[in-house]
């Protein structure tokens, strides 16, 4: 008896991680990823541990073979968390799981020769509550949402922002796709993308860079399709937080996404010409001067042209 109890308060342990994780991930902190897996390898392990003694005692009785409906449970849950961490991204993986628990709960009930491969569980009330809980509220969100509102409701980052870390700027047209598939075109969306953008631009001017950065980020996960966003966002980062490699290469592949969509404004080239050059780009440098030269010839680029062009202009 006391066993039983032991594995029930490992399965409501493992829940608790779980749904703590997810909680705690939300709100921007790293750890909630590493507490919501422990959560998940607690409540497997409690699972796969009072089935197969589930087992044992069936086969003790009886020589046909059974499973017990806690792995079917255990299982169902495993898969949605394991989309909950991009380490299953295919389609159709919440209908699998809602395949898995149908058929264990229905299954037996419309056909009744199944019940003896069929181990039901046991579970006290607390137990039983806690996990339906999660597990029909995860199943209702996982079909209800598309991908982009799916990750904006579990996750600290933007949908945009997740795409672009996927793929590397050399794909980025890989991403654009990905990422204009799950747009929301509502006129709704698109004020109030206007309206994080004017904040982010308030906030940019009273030194709240951090939080500025996060506005630019949820205007243009409302509307990837506006390219002084993203020109904003990139200078933001080139020229407001701590520069080094990543920031100088993320800056550059914001200033490649708002030429992307308008090619003619030399500004744009000139800032992705500064951001290159710290990655020591020269190539690529020298041909945004040559670009910018086209547009602008007014602008200076002398000190760029000298470090990375010492030959002249290609």
């Known amino acids: 008896m006391r066993k039983g109890k032991k594995r029930a308060g490992g399965i409501l342990l493992g829940l608790f991680c779980f749904v703590a994780g997810m909680l705690i991930r939300k709100s921007g902190i790293n750890a909630g990823s590493l507490i919501m897996i422990s959560g998940i390898i607690i409540l497997v392990f409690y699972s796969a541990v009072s089935g197969l003694l589930q087992l044992k005692k069936h086969l003790k009785h009886d020589s046909v073979f059974a499973i017990p409906m806690v792995?079917?449970?255990?299982?169902?849950?495993?898969?949605?968390?394991?989309?909950?961490?991009?380490?299953?991204?295919?389609?159709?993986?919440?209908?699998?799981?809602?395949?898995?628990?149908?058929?264990?709960?229905?299954?037996?009930?419309?056909?009744?020769?199944?019940?003896?491969?069929?181990?039901?569980?046991?579970?006290?009330?607390?137990?039983?509550?806690?996990?339906?809980?999660?597990?029909?509220?995860?199943?209702?969100?996982?079909?209800?949402?598309?991908?982009?509102?799916?990750?904006?409701?579990?996750?600290?980052s933007t949908y945009e922002q997740m795409i672009r870390n996927r793929y590397p700027e050399r794909k980025k047209e890989k991403a654009a796709e990905q990422i204009a598939k799950m747009a929301d075109r509502s006129e709704k969306a698109r004020i109030r993308a206007e309206l994080f953008l004017d904040e982010a631009r308030k906030l940019k001017a009273k030194g709240d860079i951090n939080t500025a950065l996060k506005k630019y980020n949820l205007s243009i996960d409302l509307n990837p399709f506006n390219a002084q966003a993203y020109f904003e966002r990139g200078h933001l980062k080139l020229h407001k937080l701590e520069i080094n490699n990543e920031t100088a290469a993320s800056a550059a592949y914001d200033f490649t996404l708002a030429i992307s969509i308008n090619d003619s404004v030399a500004q744009w080239y000139f800032e992705r010409a500064v951001a290159l050059s710290y990655l020591d780009v020269k190539f690529r440098v020298c041909e945004d001067l040559n670009t910018i030269k086209r547009l602008a010839p007014e602008i200076d680029t002398e000190f760029l042209r000298k470090k990375n062009c010492p030959s002249g202009l290609p």
């Not at 792995?71 to 799981?97: R, T």
């Not at 898995?100 to 229905?106: D, K, N, S, Y």
């Not at 419309?110 to 579970?123: F, Q, R, Y």
């Open 71 to 156: 792995w079917i449970y255990a299982l169902s849950l495993a898969l949605l968390a394991l989309k909950q961490q991009y380490w299953i991204v295919s389609e159709g993986v919440e209908w699998i799981s809602l395949a898995l628990v149908t058929v264990a709960l229905l299954l037996p009930r419309l056909i009744p020769t199944l019940n003896k491969h069929i181990i039901p569980t046991h579970w006290r009330r607390p137990v039983s509550t806690a996990f339906w809980f999660v597990c029909i509220t995860l199943l209702v969100l996982s079909l209800s949402l598309n991908d982009r509102d799916f990750h904006n409701f579990f996750r600290a």
